[in-house]
């Protein structure tokens, strides 16, 4: 388990974890803040990337988005008429 009981920076231990995630990131983008949960416990934790560990990632095409059919609800569907 990492975890901190401070928010000042000088007394955070540094340690490193791989952790791969694919994210869509803007061009302009200087940093980009990620929360973690483990599902254990339901502790959340935050780390930050910045833009020169962004540059450093390599590079994925973007895929191509892919369309799901919604279903549409009929209205003796849609429950009671609450007037």
């Given at each position: 388990?990492?975890?901190?009981?401070?928010?000042?920076?000088?007394?955070?231990?540094?340690?490193?974890?791989?952790?791969?995630?694919?994210?869509?990131?803007?061009?302009?983008?200087?940093?980009?803040?990620l929360?973690i949960?483990?599902?254990?416990t339901?502790?959340?934790?935050?780390?930050?990337?910045?833009?020169?560990?962004?540059?450093?990632?390599?590079?994925?095409?973007?895929?191509?988005?892919?369309?799901?059919?919604?279903?549409?609800?009929?209205?003796?569907?849609?429950?009671?008429?609450?007037?």
């Amino acid at each position: 388990m990492i975890s901190a009981n401070t928010h000042d920076t000088s007394r955070l231990t540094t340690t490193l974890i791989r952790l791969p995630v694919s994210i869509r990131v803007p061009r302009k983008t200087q940093d980009v803040r990620l929360a973690i949960r483990v599902e254990d416990t339901g502790r959340i934790g935050t780390f930050e990337v910045d833009r020169k560990t962004i540059d450093a990632a390599p590079a994925a095409p973007t895929p191509d988005p892919k369309l799901t059919a919604s279903i549409e609800r009929k209205s003796s569907d849609a429950g009671p008429d609450l007037k």
